[in-house]
Nanobody
Framework: VQLQASGGGLVQAGGSLRLSCAAS????????MGWFRQVPGKEREFVAA????????LYADSSKGRFSISRDNAKNVVYLQMNSLKPEDTAVYYC?????????????????WGQGTQVTVSS
């Protein structure tokens, strides 16, 4: 499975961005999907996850109430809608695909990773 993340950019604090992750080369609905983020010098951290059908989602405490993950299995795309952005949300955001069942928050559970898209939130 190949994953291509897009939609990052520069936004002011309080603004919104929607990230997209397009999947190819596999049966998209067979995979749970997740979003992670990483800043230099820190470990990649969990942001949100969604199961194969979209019926179940999971969020990190830092993103709960502000971010929303969704997927369109007909288009092979997973989204991350980010609202009320804060400077501490600045990071490279990665999408990932997991062949395991469920909504997964650990990096080790994911089998495939996209290349990342930079999100910068100015104060």
């Amino acid at each position: 499975v190949q994953l291509q993340a897009s939609g990052g950019g520069l936004v002011q604090a309080g603004g919104s961005l929607r990230l997209s992750c397009a999947a190819s080369g596999g049966t998209f609905r067979n995979y749970g999907m997740g979003w992670f983020r990483q800043v230099p010098g820190k470990e990649r951290e969990f942001v949100a996850a969604i199961n194969w059908s979209g019926s179940s989602t999971l969020y990190a405490d830092s993103s709960k109430g502000r971010f929303s993950i969704s997927r369109d299995n007909a288009k092979n795309v997973v989204y991350l809608q980010m609202n009320s952005l804060k400077p501490e949300d600045t990071a490279v955001y990665y999408c990932a695909a997991a062949s395991r069942v469920g909504v997964l928050r650990t990096r080790q559970a994911y089998d495939y990773w996209g290349q990342g898209t930079q999100v910068t939130v100015s104060s």
